[in-house]
């Protein structure tokens, strides 16, 4: 999976903050999203399957809406 992502194209989250506590996921990848610290470009990354990113995402926006 390392060599698989050292040409992945990363992009930080739209909700990343400006002081540097950004994550960035990786597009394109088949079934995986990888997750990485965008302060740590060669530092270690998670991989969620798509599925549980999905539920993860949708978990999120669930809460932000009910918070509102």
Known sequence: MQDSLSQAVWR???YSSA???CV????????VIPVRDSKSLTGPHLVFGADAWD???T????????TV
């Open 24 to 31: 960035e996921i990786a597009n394109g990848q088949s079934d």
């Open 55 to 57: 539920s993860f995402l």
């Open 59 to 66: 978990s999120l926006k669930n809460d932000a809406s009910a």
């Open 19 to 21: 002081n540097g506590q």
């Open 12 to 14: 930080k989250s739209s």
